[in-house]
């Protein structure tokens, strides 16, 4: 099973600025997904991220908001851009470990609380 | 991917059986159900995952009726470490990438 670690665990960050959330994985994967937790919410999916091609992102995320990297099959990025009080939610990066494989690996999370 | 439906919240005690339904009733012929949770501060967890058959691993059993319209997941001896929000999922297995759709889930709260 794919051990995913996300850094940094929390911030807390001035409206107005950008974060930069790293996924790092401990082995090579196929698919990763950037999900979005409001708080009290459930998870929303922001954007399937593939090695050597730009992010799909769902309905309501757009490139410009939160640009991702992916530079290998093992790391992407996500970042927050221009923050204000509603992007404070948790941010988690999932993993597949092949095409089609039955089961999604989740980090820890990324808690970002926008003052 | 089909809508499913869940209490918001249970509550079980320790030792007990904790059974949590989920509906799916326009589930369609090639949508698997899955199970997640997400014990609090962390990110969700993989649970089990059926398409007809009941199935059963070390965490829990998946019993889905024969009209596929609901399932249970089924706790057999619930610990206040099963303390989470358990998410039912109906998914299309798909080698584009299995993007899953979280609903609101079911808060299961086990108690001493």
């Known amino acids: 099973s794919a051990v995913i670690s996300q850094k940094p665990s929390r911030d807390i960050c001035q409206r107005g600025t950008s974060l930069t959330i790293q996924c790092q994985v401990d082995?090579?994967?196929?698919?990763m997904f950037w999900y979005r937790q409001q708080p009290g919410q459930s998870l929303t999916l922001i954007a399937t991220?593939?090695?050597?091609?730009?992010?799909?992102?769902e309905s309501g995320f757009v490139i410009d908001k939160f640009p991702i990297s992916r530079p290998n099959l093992t790391f992407s990025t996500l970042t927050v851009s221009n923050m204000s009080p509603e992007d404070s939610s948790i941010y988690l990066c999932?993993?597949?470990?092949?095409?089609?494989?039955?089961?999604?690996?989740f980090g820890q999370g990324t808690r970002l609380t926008v003052v | 991917d089909a809508k499913t439906t869940q209490p918001t919240s249970m509550d079980c005690a320790e030792g007990r059986a904790a059974n949590l339904p989920c509906n799916h009733s326009t589930i369609s012929g090639n949508e698997y159900v899955y199970w997640y949770r997400q014990i609090h501060s962390q990110g969700p967890q993989y649970i089990i995952h059926g398409l007809k058959n009941n199935e059963t691993n070390e965490m829990a059993s998946l019993i889905i009726t024969e009209d596929r319209k609901s399932s249970t997941l089924i706790l057999p001896h619930a610990t206040l470490r099963d303390t989470a929000v358990y998410y039912c999922i109906a998914l299309r297995h798909n080698n584009a990438g299995n993007m899953l759709t979280f609903g609101g889930g079911t808060r299961l709260m086990v108690k001493p």
């Open positions: 999932s993993v597949e470990d092949s095409p089609g494989d039955t089961e999604a690996f």
């Open positions: 991220a593939n090695q050597g091609s730009e992010a799909t992102y």
């Open positions: 082995s090579q994967v196929t698919m």
